[in-house]
């Protein structure tokens, strides 16, 4: 069975940065775009960044500047890289494959005080 599992997230004061992970069993991220998705208490989960093969990026215009997306192709692994991070970027992360997602990983918590 397809499994995603995010890693990275963790306490952060406001400005600090994190890296995180997403790696996926199996090569399912190949030739495909993924995205990485947030999801806010009390909000729907958002798409965020997304990354075509090629390595052709999109941002939301909430974290662009901010946040970089990037993969490796060969570790079936794709990377969000958050700077400048601030309380309202607080939400659990997930990546998912844009088109045809696959089962939900458990995501991992950010959470930046202020």
């Known amino acids: 069975q397809v499994q995603l599992v995010e890693s990275g997230g963790g306490l952060v004061q406001a400005g600090g940065s994190l890296r995180l992970s997403c790696t996926a069993s199996?090569?399912?991220?190949?030739?495909?775009?993924v995205g990485w998705y947030r999801q806010a208490p009390g909000k729907q989960r958002e798409l965020i960044a997304s990354?075509?093969?090629?390595?052709?990026?999109n941002y939301a215009d909430s974290v662009k500047g901010r946040f970089t997306i990037s993969r490796d192709n060969a570790k079936n692994t794709v990377y969000l890289q958050m700077n400048s991070l601030k309380p309202e970027h607080t939400a659990v992360y997930y990546c998912?494959?844009?088109?045809?997602?696959?089962?939900w990983g458990q995501g991992t918590q950010v959470t930046v005080s202020s």
């Open positions: 998912n494959l844009r088109l045809s997602p696959v089962p």
């Open positions: 199996g090569s399912i991220f190949r030739f495909k775009t």
């Open positions: 990354i075509i093969t090629t390595g052709n990026t």
